[in-house]
């Protein structure tokens, strides 16, 4: 690969992961970049994974450190994932990622809209979660997971979606949430990607520290953020790139 593609990759991979601790969907800008510099789509995905998993560690350190995320709460959305994810980056041999692009962009404006105009959820006025809200949750979580593992672009945009209208998650929390259960979606696919062989580790390795640099920015500026304004945040910017992946499909 050309110094100059490289360098244009280094930077867009660091401007993404600093606004995409927000927002996600990351990958629904990365990877199609990746398919112009002539990078196989499968090693594309598989590498742009990997880079996904250093990216969720590097923007999970500050949460933890302030003590935003429930350890309780999100251990069983965890082991959902593990599950979810593995049999999404099976699928890979199987579908085309980018064909479901479409799909990810309609659910990806609907959710925006839910979020901007739906009011404090009814989870968040009581205080607890329904045994209904919770099965709720876990199917969810169970298909995004899928998602997750199969390309991941829009993948924790929804799922943080799914956590504030669901399960009683302010958004700073379902933020912080979502990232820690990335890793272990984000890995889980890996190893399977790996034991593939369609992982390209030169590159990996170099995205792999700027992913995790700009992401742990991205995660220590969104602790200091109002929870307003990170929501106005999410939902604009999701917007603008839902509308971006029709006009992409189109």
Known sequence: MATSFLLILILLFFITSVIGVVTGSNSLITVPVMFQFGIDPKVAIATNMFGLVFMNIGATIPFLRNGIIDKAKVKPLILITLVASALGAWLVLIIEPQNIKLLVSIAMIFVSIFILLKKDSEVEQKGHVSEKAKIVTFFLTFLLGIYGGLYSGGYVTML???????????????????????????????????????????????????????????????????????????????????????????
Do not use: C, H, P
């Not at 790996?194 to 520290?209: E, F, P, R, S």
């Not at 200091?224 to 499909?249: G, P, S």
């Open 160 to 250: 943080t979606a799914v956590y504030v209208a669901f399960f009683g998650m302010g958004f700073g929390e379902s933020v912080a949430s979502t990232k820690l259960i990335n890793i272990f979606s984000s890995l889980v696919a890996v190893i399977v990607f790996m034991w593939q062989g369609l992982v390209d580790y030169w590159l990996g390795i170099i995205l792999a520290v700027t992913m995790f640099i700009g992401a742990y920015i991205g995660a220590y500026t969104v602790t200091k953020v109002n929870e307003t304004l990170l929501k106005r945040l999410f939902v604009a910017i999701v917007f603008v790139l839902a509308l971006k992946t029709l006009f992409d499909a189109f």
